[in-house]
């Protein structure tokens, strides 16, 4: 056949809604998908995406405050995707806010031409693989419907929001908003009495904000975290000459980091320096600002005393910050270890408790018990207010997964295979799902990482896999159920060597009443998991059974992938 008649017949089949590959979402992870898919490999590609634009999670937190807590330079594609975009953008401040990376996603989507294949303002609400043809059949809230040979999710990990059911919610008379859906059009809360719900990563950007400008903001806490200073400014010229002139090596080091981050990785046990020298390294962290105070040491992630050291260090410098030492305890965790939840970062948030007009609430101590007309009722207290913001989190990593719908082999839900936890083969692929891929899925890196490392690593393998499978005359691929299991086997393994399964975490999945209790995100570290992904791929995809026309032939399972990369892996969370 031609290349002109094999494209018309693309398109014939591309118009009858018979496609290679349905991507769900249009964030970082669909955007960089669809050009893989479409303009590496050739393949007839559409994108379905809920919002009326791209952007995924920075399209829907529009919050006051919201803003980045990865370093702007390495929080966007790397080289892999374009050494002339990352010479050319040029990010405003250290950390970026909202705007700033919408705005850059939106020229991503415009450099590449991706608007054309993204369907915009549709929700995929069922997707079933059909065992007769090895399609997937994918339909839509428009009454759409499509097929598919791959399915990709590109649904981010943090997507469907978590609003509590507290008795009342609905009958308050203000007005409500939940962070993650937060009016376009900005709220101006001047002159309002607000009660902020929560005080996660995303309270503590925006209730600083919100204190600017209300009249009296009630903080509800339930949990103090240890809160990092980000210490934010302008993008220093110089700075940014030098990032740009080491860029290669910049993400290089991303890539073998435990957390995706180019920070060094000492390897040294916070025990083994003495106080003074201790203090010292923790002292010069925090005055970096960001993440770099959880790289100080290999050991934080693994062993209590060590990590206290670290702990006590964060409460220090609440004390040094908060007027009031009775506000400073109650802002001081004591429940978990640090960084066994998200640590967020902070700028200004602990004096904004030094402020007239903000009252901290104790809501673990005295649980709220209803939301009336006028505002919130607590054991202790009352709050009347004009407004309520919920800062109250997500339905993280599986929430959006199981609204879509998605149905394997013989009709098997997702939800119902995974209704004891994820079980999946490297966080990426699920036994009963054959050509189903989830970018940033359960059980890898994801949400334990600097996002965009994990995106494009994903992107790129099932990029190479896909290539793989077109070469060997193959169009079907799932994986094993004895790979699956020692996929699973050795995330609890690595999972128990860490502190992580000690908080309430919502990487546990600890928020979301009746959720399965597991670690989502895989803790084994970024560069370790590439080494065993690569390792997977050049073992023609161990673990995968492989076929075509729907029909994946049962392989041998070699397992050499991971057991290569044992010993590191062990030594993983340290290498953060
Ligand atoms: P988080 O980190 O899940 O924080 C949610 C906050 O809401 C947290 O303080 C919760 O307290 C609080 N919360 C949730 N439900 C309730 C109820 N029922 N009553 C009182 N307080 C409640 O979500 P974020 O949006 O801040 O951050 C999510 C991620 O986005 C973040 O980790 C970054 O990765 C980016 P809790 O701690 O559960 O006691």
């Given at each position: 056949?031609?290349?002109?008649?094999?494209?018309?017949?693309?398109?014939?089949?591309?118009?009858?809604?018979?496609?290679?590959?349905?991507?769900?979402?249009?964030?970082?992870?669909?955007?960089?998908?669809?050009?893989?898919?479409?303009?590496?490999?050739?393949?007839?590609?559409?994108?379905?995406?809920?919002?009326?634009?791209?952007?995924?999670?920075?399209?829907?937190?529009?919050?006051?405050?919201?803003?980045?807590?990865?370093?702007?330079?390495?929080?966007?594609?790397?080289?892999?995707?374009?050494?002339?975009?990352?010479?050319?953008?040029?990010?405003?401040?250290?950390?970026?806010?909202?705007?700033?990376?919408?705005?850059?996603?939106?020229?991503?989507?415009?450099?590449?031409?991706?608007?054309?294949?993204?369907?915009?303002?549709?929700?995929?609400?069922?997707?079933?693989?059909?065992?007769?043809?090895?399609?997937?059949?994918?339909?839509?809230?428009?009454?759409?419907?499509?097929?598919?040979?791959?399915?990709?999710?590109?649904?981010?990990?943090?997507?469907?929001?978590?609003?509590?059911?507290?008795?009342?919610?609905?009958?308050?008379?203000?007005?409500?908003?939940?962070?993650?859906?937060?009016?376009?059009?900005?709220?101006?809360?001047?002159?309002?009495?607000?009660?902020?719900?929560?005080?996660?990563?995303?309270?503590?950007?925006?209730?600083?904000?919100?204190?600017?400008?209300?009249?009296?903001?009630?903080?509800?806490?339930?949990?103090?975290?240890?809160?990092?200073?980000?210490?934010?400014?302008?993008?220093?010229?110089?700075?940014?000459?030098?990032?740009?002139?080491?860029?290669?090596?910049?993400?290089?080091?991303?890539?073998?980091?435990g957390f995706g981050f180019p920070y060094d990785a000492p390897n040294r046990t916070a025990l083994s320096v003495s106080e003074d020298e201790r203090q010292q390294i923790f002292a010069e962290a925090w005055e970096r600002g960001g993440f770099r105070l959880g790289t100080t040491f290999n050991d934080l992630l693994l062993d209590a005393d060590a990590n206290e050291t670290a702990s006590e260090f964060l409460r220090e410098r609440i004390r040094e910050r908060v007027d009031d030492p009775e506000i400073a305890e109650l802002l001081s965790p004591r429940d978990h270890p640090f960084f066994t939840k998200r640590p967020p970062l902070e700028n200004g948030y602990y004096e904004t408790f030094n402020r007239d007009n903000v009252t901290l609430a104790d809501v673990r101590k005295a649980p709220i018990q209803e939301i009336h007309p006028n505002g919130v009722r607590t054991a202790d207290a009352e709050y009347e207010v004009d407004s309520i913001v919920y800062a109250t989190g997500f339905d993280a990593m599986t929430g959006t997964l199981f609204k879509l719908g998605i149905r394997g082999r013989n009709g098997l839900g997702l939800q119902e295979k995974w209704s004891q936890g994820p079980r999946t083969y490297l966080g990426v692929a699920t036994e009963g799902f054959p050509n189903l891929f989830m970018i940033t899925g359960p059980q890898s890196p994801s949400v334990l990482s600097n996002m965009p490392v994990s995106i494009e690593q994903h992107v790129d393998w099932i990029t190479d896999c896909l290539r793989y499978l077109r070469d060997n005359g193959l169009d079907t691929i799932e994986p094993l159920r004895e790979a699956e299991d020692d996929w699973v086997d050795h995330h609890n393994e690595v999972t128990q060597m860490t502190l992580l399964p000690q908080a309430n975490s919502w990487w546990v999945g600890a928020n979301i009443p009746g959720k399965p209790r597991n670690l989502y995100p895989y803790v084994g570290g970024v560069g370790t998991y590439r080494l065993i992904c690569d390792e997977v791929a050049a073992q023609d995809y161990d673990g995968f059974g492989q076929g075509s026309g729907g029909s994946a032939r049962s392989g041998e399972f070699n397992g050499t992938a991971r057991a290569k990369f044992i010993d590191i892996v062990s030594a993983a969370p340290a290498a953060s």
């Open positions: 056949m031609s290349s002109v008649q094999q494209d018309q017949r693309d398109a014939a089949s591309e118009s009858a809604g018979e496609l290679d590959a349905v991507v769900v979402g249009a964030g970082f992870s669909g955007l960089y998908m669809l050009h893989r898919l479409r303009d590496t490999l050739g393949l007839s590609a559409r994108v379905f995406e809920e919002a009326d634009d791209v952007g995924g999670t920075w399209y829907w937190n529009r919050y006051p405050g919201a803003r980045c807590d990865s370093e702007s330079y390495f929080y966007s594609f790397s080289d892999r995707l374009s050494e002339d975009l990352l010479q050319e953008w040029t990010w405003s401040e250290r950390f970026a806010a909202q705007p700033e990376i919408l705005d850059y996603l939106q020229h991503v989507a415009d450099r590449y031409d991706l608007r054309k294949d993204i369907q915009f303002s549709t929700r995929v609400v069922a997707a079933e693989y059909d065992d007769a043809t090895g399609r997937w059949d994918v339909r839509t809230d428009d009454g759409g419907q499509v097929t598919a040979t791959y399915l990709i999710t590109a649904v981010g990990c943090l997507s469907s929001t978590n609003l509590p059911e507290f008795p009342g919610r609905d009958s308050f008379r203000g007005d409500s908003y939940h962070t993650g859906t937060w009016p376009h059009e900005g709220v101006d809360f001047t002159g309002k009495r607000v009660a902020v719900i929560g005080t996660g990563a995303t309270g503590v950007q925006a209730i600083p904000e919100i204190a600017e400008q209300a009249a009296h903001v009630y903080v509800l806490q339930r949990t103090p975290n240890y809160d990092i200073a980000a210490g934010n400014r302008p993008m220093d010229a110089e700075d940014g000459r030098k990032i740009k002139a080491n860029y290669r090596e910049i993400w290089q080091t991303t890539r073998e980091t």
